[in-house]
């Protein structure tokens, strides 16, 4: 044993020298996903006795991790806490990485190369921070890396142990699927194993997956999990969407296309046992693409590649250089170094910036609807039931049952879902069915941006009659700014038609005036509320709380007050902002009985109990 450690005392220091840098840099962007919650409300619910649900009584399978969620559940029988194992596991899984890295080009190449290659590999994956981000995210991310390449290294060493990891990959993200198929495909064209054999790894592998299976046709009543059919989709601008989350991970990671490219081209120099690696990484890349990339920003559906695609590149240029100065030994180690080095500093340098706002954002997104659901649960003590498009921290904080309007965790709006093609969003999640939301006449409907619809499925809810007219938006304190939460009248009945606007075209104008106004270009949001007003239906008060809105900021208060007065007019009294607004403008002006007129409507409606 002593003589075995001292033998590999290079690799060891490497790997914990690499591993801390890595440790650190994972560390320095600590964080929860918003996404993580949906996974730690399933296991805050089975830990109360309510099953692993998202909503108590609703049986759906709202999350694509079995395993991290099995792996939560179990920590937490020994008393951890579920959220901490989380983000251990994605270091852990991390450190893993590293340590298999160094396995395999140990395992490959001869020293004292391997050392330098085993540097190289692993100096740009410490250096990544979109690979430290998601190690601490909360999310099984990096654990599925882990996997994926363990399955793979265990694959082109002929080891049938890459059955069952893989199979835990797959129960960990579906995408692990794929990866057993293109492994299956492989040995089948490398004639690894005689077809007999491979027949009878791919039943191991269905009869390993076969007890899940069971489980969620008992317990869910379904054959794929509830996101699947939320989330998938084939089409022309999903692909658009595809190139263009990869171009920019391209332009972010790799060096504008030469990560990629130099495998590719350079494929020669890799050892046979890497052709795997390089068969997996380009048809998942593909599959990248064809799904349109991801819903969140930091190139996580790349993680699972950049071990890989790190190992192909460092590995092709040493071959290269080690070919084109095969008489001198000691000069491509050198020549690797300043590049590799050079590039570890773009991977670190060049994307800092962009990864700092998208953790800020990602941050300030968590606290602010877990200062939502705060605010919301402390209102009445009886249970809310809530539409929602970013359901992740606030349905977790919350004591509501939350609908989640994207579908994810709700069957009919994942298999049922309402198409209307006229609106504008950059969001790729764009199911949502209205006519069942309105049906069930939630208390509140919260959108991800306050007051202004977003969302296809918050910008579709302005085309119905029954939503303009029985919901209207109070406002509360959160973080020192104003909030706008949607509550349904609780005079308004929702039985009968729903009448649906024929066009979004106001509602999108409406969404682009609000973030004019709210940047203070007060002119350009006139533009666009005036347009907005011209295509929105009779009923669409909000227009004219905007306009006036707008008005009283370019001090035209005649023709702010006609047009907030309107508001409160259309709306029945419901129009906050507008009541607001009149209030205190009267108050400035000294008219104190109008005032206290609009601020006892204010006393008596902007409630959320």
């Known amino acids: 044993m002593y003589s075995m450690l001292k033998r590999n005392i290079v ?12 440790v650190i840099h994972a560390l320095s962007l600590s964080f929860t996903q918003d996404d993580a919650f949906i996974s730690y409300r399933y296991v805050k619910n089975f830990l109360s006795g309510d099953g692993l649900v998202f909503n108590p009584g609703e049986r759906v399978e709202g999350y694509t991790n079995f395993f991290l969620i099995i792996l939560m559940l179990f920590f937490s029988s ?9 983000k251990i596991i994605g270091i852990v899984s991390g450190i893993g990485i590293f340590v298999l890295i160094a396995l395999w080009v140990n395992r490959l190449f001869e020293r004292p190369k391997s050392y330098f290659i085993t540097a190289g590999v692993l100096l740009l994956l410490s250096a990544n921070s979109a690979f430290a981000y998601w190690a601490i995210s909360g999310l099984e991310t990096i654990l599925f890396a882990a996997l994926i390449f363990l399955g793979i290294y265990l694959a082109s060493n002929k080891n049938i142990v890459c059955v069952p990891v893989l199979a835990v990959a797959a129960l960990t993200r579906p995408e692990g699927n794929m990866v057993f198929l293109l492994v299956l495909v492989y040995i089948s064209l490398a004639k690894v194993y005689r077809p007999i054999t491979i027949i009878k790894l791919l039943l191991i592998y269905v009869l390993l997956l076969i007890p899940q299976l069971i489980f969620r046709l008992y317990y869910y009543h379904d054959i794929l999990p509830n996101p699947f059919y939320a989330k998938t989709g084939w089409s022309v601008e999903y692909f658009g969407s595809g190139i263009q989350y990869v171009w920019l991970f391209l332009r972010h990671y790799g060096f504008y296309g030469v990560l990629i490219i130099v495998p590719l081209v350079l494929f020669k120099f890799l050892p046979k046992k890497m052709y795997l690696i390089l068969m997996v990484v380009y048809v998942y890349l593909c599959y990248i693409l064809l799904i349109g990339g991801d819903v969140l920003h930091g190139f996580r559906f790349f993680i699972v590649l950049l071990p890989l695609l790190y190992l192909l590149f460092v590995t092709a240029l040493y071959r290269l250089f080690n070919r084109i100065v095969s008489k001198n030994d000691k000069v491509t180690p050198i020549i690797l170094m300043i590049i590799v080095l050079a590039a570890g500093v773009l991977t670190f340098v060049l994307p800092r910036q962009s990864m700092q706002n998208i953790h800020f954002a990602e941050t300030r997104l968590v606290g602010k609807m877990k200062t939502q659901a705060d605010v919301i649960r402390n209102a009445s003590t009886r249970r809310f039931t809530i539409g929602c498009t970013t359901i992740g921290a606030f349905s977790y904080y919350s004591n509501a049952v939350v609908i989640d309007m994207l579908g994810l965790t709700d069957k009919t709006i994942a298999k049922h879902p309402q198409n209307i093609t006229t609106i504008k969003s950059t ?25 202004k619809p977003s969302a296809p499925a918050e910008k579709a809810l302005f085309l119905s009659s029954k939503f303009r007219k029985g919901y209207y938006p109070v406002y509360h304190d959160v973080g020192n700014r104003l909030w706008a939460i949607y509550k349904h009248k609780s005079e308004y009945k929702t039985e009968g038609e729903d009448r649906y606007y024929p066009s979004a075209e106001f509602i999108d104008l409406y969404a682009d005036a609000l973030v004019h106004f709210f940047e203070g270009r007060y002119d350009l949001s006139l533009e666009y509320a005036r347009q907005s007003m011209m295509s929105a239906p009779p009923d669409f008060y909000q227009i004219y709380t905007l306009i006036g809105g707008i008005m009283m900021e370019k001090e035209n208060p005649q023709e702010a007050l006609r047009l907030l007065q309107q508001a409160v007019l259309i709306s ?13 403008f009267y108050e400035m002006v000294g008219d104190s009985d109008r005032a206290e007129e609009y601020y006892k409507i204010i006393r008596e409606k902007n409630r959320l109990d």
């Open 78 to 86: 020994f008393g951890l806490d579920y959220m901490l194992v989380s």
């Open 11 to 22: 690799f060891i220091v490497i790997v914990a020298i690499f591993a801390a840098l890595f």
């Open 572 to 584: 029945d009294g419901y129009a906050m902002q507008a009541c607001d607004i009149l209030r205190r």
């Open 427 to 451: 969001w790729k999640e764009r199911n949502y069915n209205i006519p069942y939301l309105m049906d069930r006449a939630p208390d509140l409907i919260l959108f991800s941006t306050g007051l």
